[in-house]
């Protein structure tokens, strides 16, 4: 195989597996920064996996090639719907984060293999998708000599697509007021209430986001990798992408980063086979790789002080 | 009638059975300084708090401009021209100085903030009253005098006709009371109306034109300040005349208990305690004066072992235990009262016994073998309630249920039950109401008498000024000056506090 | 303190009739009989002794990674690393019995037993130390050796214990088995095994650690408030790592006895064991006390077993039984909810009566 060849490989592979943690970060990154500490990210992507699956088994024959984008958006909104019994959990019920964040990974897989076991008679996996993402070939930009081969030549759309919310989520966070507004309460809550924010509905902003952003990345999951759903569809992506958003320092251009970066390594164990230095190496590094590196990072790279300052704390009225 | 800017009417708050105020009413006119007077518990916060929007009263009303006001939440005070300046104050350190100012009422432009429209906007405020900021740095590496500047700003951004300034000096160094003073001045020549709530006199008497003392949720007195006496404004707030002698008896002091010399502490890699030497002798009481951050703290944590000291030493009755462990030096009869008495000298939501037994729980006759005799110290919990007069329901009540005043009592049973030979006491009157101060300061005096070293470190001046046999004066890490508490003033503290005069050359 | 237990138990109470409650509703939405069900259920999980051995079994790795996330949690740590810890326990002993397949059976099961303990131990205990001496969430350090426990167990089983070719590693010998012919026939051949015993005497030993030991005191008190601690001469450090290590050696005595008691075996695997998420259900239910783990266990082992039964004799998913589990999770997670209706209700009065009682 040539260079160029290899590096398209590389490339697109990667940012395969990168498209799902992107979005999923990104969630994760809207909800933190809100002061709601999001490691319900995995049931959000099982939710998302499981109801874009369905929709696109249901009405493939009708959408055609459009079907998995809309299935996207399906998966989105159910996450959403998702998302809403972790931001009444804790917004209002005063729950512990981390104990309704682990409620969502219990109740995800348990609630989509009993629906999945319902709609197809009894198995525990759906049927196979005919419609699924395929790989993208930019028109004009692949013209380019090496470049457009490497990095616009059958690769991933929605992995661009991803890269752009990213840039977008970045904007939305640091130049709006909403984005302003939305940090503080995960800030400082009482300050934003005595400045009349309400820290309540800025919450629910950020964690629906993350619902709808985590529901997006497990579509992208199950329409692009697995390419139906299982209970093993999903499989540490939640983890990995709650990873990135912390590698990224909740900041939606390093998760991103951050999320590019799993993709790669947990591209490797695929494409390992094909570069010569790495084909001697045993898979299993590649595999534990993200999680090693991100313990690594936490230990020697990052302070305490980067996470919002009122990450994980209900905010009681009246203090 | 007058016009009023705020007026108050018969209002009162109730917290389940609990009155906290009770038929309150006041007036305030534009263009005046109006202090609020009371102890703390006194009811001010609560009043404060519903004129702010935080609470709503149970009855009564409040009128803004001659009308009758709704306030259900902060905002609708704010729109009312209601601003507030928070004691602890109300700020994120992560975002910068203009951030914090904007937040809430942000200029757009599309859908994104209008930063230059916002800096101009508070630039030209920023002139007409004085205020110096630096609109571009992050709140958490501003000086407290400027962060209170922040929170004035807030309210004039947000055009306050009305501001509150709870507690608005207790962090501040003499200079930076100076400045707030002026800036006071300046806002209520531009007629705005000013809250003022405090507990110190003398800052009323130089700034408010009118006080209102309240004492147990009730209007005691509404009076002119240029017509009434500091020591009659203290009896409205106490409610009885105060008993301020001591009994202080004649005491050796020949022998040093705790000899510091030459000592360092970084926190934070930043210096904090710079060569400072300290001694302490038997039957002595050394105040430690100085404004909150000029390393008191970082002190008191190399001395309990808490923090490590990078250079100098720690000698208690000869023993050598700089960077001993916290439990060594307690074992070396060093008791301290901590400063953070909720987070830092009590376990909330363990028993009084178990947090009367924090420091001997694990070792015999407490602990035998590994295993707790939790009979042992519940006897030993109940007989210390008697005698240190803790009201309490039992030794096994949670200590988190218990007032702030009994709850300084547990701590203060318990160091002092150890027989320490120097005993730490920071802030130990801080939050708690003057019964308690009494009692405290009694307890501290006791120990002198009884012949123990006692060093006090406080940012109340007064408290330093009245029980200290000796006072030293900590600024930006050392101790810029040693003074007799009888032949010394709180000007003359004030400014050493501040690092202006290095008395020790003057004398 | 009487007062604390109570409401934690109202709080479980409501919150385990709830999560049936929500688990009927799903049922009727789909057409299923939930009254039918939940007979199934319970006739699944105890109806004979077989099926009381299986339910007893399932609660062993239950309870004693519910005490490990309890242990951890008493020390403000929210170990999520149960189930890296679990399988951790499982490949140690396994291994272990395989390679002395020679020691005498009690030698051999003690010390297949402490392996696995160890190595539980060992990956929690890196958690510890990088919590204590770094300051690194634990959270996020237990979720991530949860994914390195699995492949490097996937790679060690494949590798180093199956057979060329195989994703499973050989059957221990029997004498390490702790399910004995003696226990079969009392059963009708369930997995019902020793390790219920351990299980049983390891929940007294936590009780007692927690409330009559120094260790265990000091484990609160750092969990508590870690600042107080240090005041009062706790290492805090010390503590920290020694609560995260006991968390560990429970998981992972978890999984050893499952290895040996249950599996007889360790395999390749696609997921995380769930067992190691079910045991932190089981302790929040039981709000981390070591007694209350013991009944939750036997509910959620029973939900367990009886689902099994639930489509055999119906076509209903089994899976409602792990919904019915994470909603009484949720319930359990919202108990502000019901704390303050029952402040409200007479349940106040009550105690207060009481209180007053009590101090004359």
């Not at chain 2, 700034?207 to 409205?236: F, H, N, Q, Y």
């Not at chain 2, 050796?252 to 360092?264: I, S, T, Y």
């Not at chain 2, 101790?479 to 690092?499: C, F």
Request: aromatic residues 8%; contains cysteine.
């Amino acid at each position: 195989m040539s260079l160029t060849t290899i590096l398209m490989t590389v490339f697109s592979t990667t940012l395969i597996y990168a498209a799902p943690l992107i979005f999923t970060a990104l969630g994760g990154t809207f909800s933190e920064r809100s002061g709601v500490v999001n490691v319900g990210l995995e049931g959000m992507m099982i939710v998302g996996a499981f109801s874009s699956t369905v929709f696109n088994l249901a009405f493939a024959n009708v959408l055609g090639s459009a079907t998995p984008w809309i299935s996207l958006l399906v998966g989105a909104v159910f996450g959403l719907l998702f998302s809403i019994l972790h931001a009444v959990a804790t917004i209002n019920f005063r729950a512990d984060h981390i104990i309704s964040g682990t409620v969502l990974n219990l109740m995800a897989p348990a609630l989509c293999v009993f629906l999945t076991r319902i709609f197809y008679s009894g198995k525990g996996q759906t049927p196979v998708l005919d419609q699924s993402m395929g790989t993208f070939t930019f028109p004009v930009l692949s013209q380019i000599p090496f470049i457009g081969k490497v990095l616009f030549t059958r690769t991933s759309l929605v992995a661009f697509l991803a890269v752009l919310v990213g840039i977008a989520s970045w904007y939305f966070l640091y130049r709006t007021n909403i984005g302003l507004r939305l940090r503080s309460v995960g800030e400082n809550p009482t300050a934003a209430d005595t400045l009349g924010i309400n820290v309540g509905t800025y919450r629910y902003l950020g964690v629906l986001l993350s619902g709808f952003l985590g529901g997006i990345g497990g579509a992208v999951m199950a329409q692009s990798i697995t390419l139906n759903f299982s209970a093993s569809t999903i499989s540490g992506q939640g983890f990995m992408s709650l990873a990135a958003m912390i590698f990224g320092k909740w900041n939606p251009l390093g998760a991103t980063g951050a999320a590019i970066f799993f993709g790669l390594a947990q591209s490797l164990p695929i494409i390992g086979g094909y570069i010569p230095v790495l084909s001697h190496v045993n898979s299993v590094w590649f595999q534990i790789a993200p999680y090693a590196i991100t313990v690594i990072v936490l230990v020697f790279f990052l302070g305490k002080a980067v996470a919002p300052a009122a990450d994980g704390q209900n905010y009681i009225k009246g203090k | 009638m007058e016009d009023y800017v705020v007026e108050i009417k018969h209002i009162t708050k109730k917290f389940g059975d609990y009155k906290a105020n009770d038929d309150i009413s006041l007036q305030l006119k534009k263009g005046e300084i109006l202090a609020l007077l009371g102890e703390n518990g006194a009811g001010k916060s609560t009043l404060m708090g519903m004129l702010s929007g935080l609470l709503t009263p149970t009855a009564g009303e409040i009128l803004i401009n001659g009308k009758k006001a709704v306030m259900s939440n902060p905002r609708d005070a704010k729109k009312l021209g209601i601003g507030m300046v928070h004691q602890h104050f109300m700020l994120i350190p992560a975002f910068s100085v203009l951030e914090n100012i904007i937040l809430g009422d942000e200029p757009t432009k599309g859908s994104f903030i209008n930063y230059q429209k916002a800096a101009a906007t508070i630039q030209a405020l920023a002139q007409k009253y004085q205020l110096d900021i630096d609109l571009k740095a992050k709140v958490r590496d501003i000086t407290v005098g400027m962060q209170q500047r922040v929170e004035i700003m807030k309210a004039l951004y947000r055009q306050a006709n009305v501001f509150i300034f709870d507690e608005p000096t207790a962090a501040l160094t003499p200079q930076e009371i100076d400045q707030l003073i002026k800036i006071l001045r300046a806002l209520a020549a531009e007629g705005k109306a000013v809250i003022f709530i405090t507990h110190k006199l003398k800052e009323i008497k130089e700034v408010a034109d009118r006080c209102v003392v309240i004492r147990m949720g009730k209007v005691i007195a509404t009076v002119e300040v240029s017509a009434t006496k500091e020591e009659a404004l203290a009896e409205m707030m106490v409610g009885r005349k105060l008993n301020f002698a001591l009994d202080k008896q004649k005491m050796a002091q020949e022998k040093p208990v705790l000899e510091v010399k030459g000592l360092n502490v970084e926190a934070h890699k930043q210096l904090k305690v710079a060569g400072v030497d300290l001694t302490v002798h038997e039957g002595e009481i050394v105040g430690v004066a100085g404004v909150d951050g000029n390393g008191q703290s970082e002190l008191i944590e190399a001395l309990t072992g808490l923090r490590r000291v990078k250079k100098g030493s720690i000698k208690v009755n000869g023993k050598q235990l700089q960077n001993a462990s916290a439990r060594k030096i307690s074992e070396e009869g060093v008791g301290c009262i901590p400063e953070d008495r909720q987070n830092v000298g009590l376990i909330l939501p363990l028993t009084i016994a178990e947090n009367l037994a924090l420091k001997d729980y694990y070792h015999a006759p407490a602990s035998k073998h590994g295993f707790l005799n939790y009979k042992l110290i519940n006897q030993t919990g109940k007989q210390l309630i008697k005698d240190f007069d803790i009201r309490s329901q039992s030794e096994t009540e949670f200590v988190g249920d218990l007032s702030g005043g009994n709850q300084q009592k547990v701590i203060v049973a318990r160091e002092i039950a150890k027989n320490p030979a120097l005993l730490i006491a920071a802030n130990p009157t801080r939050g708690v109401d003057i019964g308690a101060i009494e009692y405290i300061h009694e307890k501290i005096i006791e120990q002198r008498n009884a012949g123990r070293a006692v060093l006090l470190v406080s940012f109340e001046l007064d408290e330093i000024l009245k029980l200290s046999d000796r006072i030293v004066v900590m600024h930006e890490g050392q101790i810029v000056g040693e003074i007799d508490p009888q032949h010394t003033s709180s000007e003359e503290l004030g400014l050493m506090m501040a690092g202006k005069t290095p008395v020790s050359q003057n004398r | 303190m009487f007062n604390k237990s109570f409401k934690g138990l109202s709080t479980a109470l409501i919150s385990i009739i709830a999560g049936f409650i929500v688990g009927a509703i799903a049922m009727l939405v789909f057409g299923y009989d939930p009254l039918q069900n939940y007979q199934n259920l319970l006739v699944g999980s105890l109806g004979d002794i077989y099926s009381i051995g299986e339910t007893l079994r399932n609660m062993i790795p239950l309870i004693l990674t519910g005490l490990g996330f309890a242990v951890a949690s008493k020390a403000g740590f929210f170990n999520i690393g149960g189930p890296g810890q679990y399988l951790m326990g499982w490949f140690g002993t396994i291994a272990f019995a395989l390679h002395f397949s020679q020691l005498p059976g009690i030698i051999l099961i003690i010390g297949a037993l402490l392996c696995g303990a160890l190595a539980g131990g060992i990956w929690s205990l890196i958690a510890g130390v990088l919590r204590a001496y770094f300051g690194t969430s634990e959270v996020i350090t237990t979720i991530m050796l949860n994914y390195i426990a699995l492949y490097f167990v996937n790679f060690a089983v494949k590798n180093w214990l199956a057979a060329k070719g195989s994703d499973s590693s050989p059957n221990i010998a029997r004498k390490a088995s702790l399910n004995t012919h003696f226990l079969q026939e009392l059963t009708h051949n369930s997995t019902f095994n020793w390790g219920f015993f351990i299980a049983l005497v390891i929940v007294g030993l936590v009780w007692i650690y927690f409330n009559k030991t120094r260790s265990g005191f000091e484990i609160k008190a750092v969990g508590i408030n870690e600042a107080a601690s240090k005041y009062a001469g706790v290492n805090v450090k010390r503590t920290i790592v020694i609560a995260m290590l006991l968390s560990g050696v429970l998981a992972g005595l978890g999984g050893a006895i499952d290895g040996l008691g249950n599996f007889q075996n360790i395999s390749v695997s696609n997921n995380l064991p769930n067992v190691g998420f079910n045991g932190m259900a089981v302790a929040l239910l039981a709000a981390e006390n070591p007694i209350g783990i013991v009944f939750a266990a036997l509910l959620f082992s029973a939900l367990q077993i009886g689902g099994l039964s639930i489509s055999v004799y119906s076509n209903t998913p089994s899976e409602i039984v792990e919904i019915v589990i994470a909603a009484i999770i949720f319930f359990v997670a919202i108990k502000y909810v019901f704390e303050r209706f029952l402040k409200k209700s007479w349940l106040t009065r009550k105690q207060q009566a009481k209180k007053e009682g009590a101090d004359k």
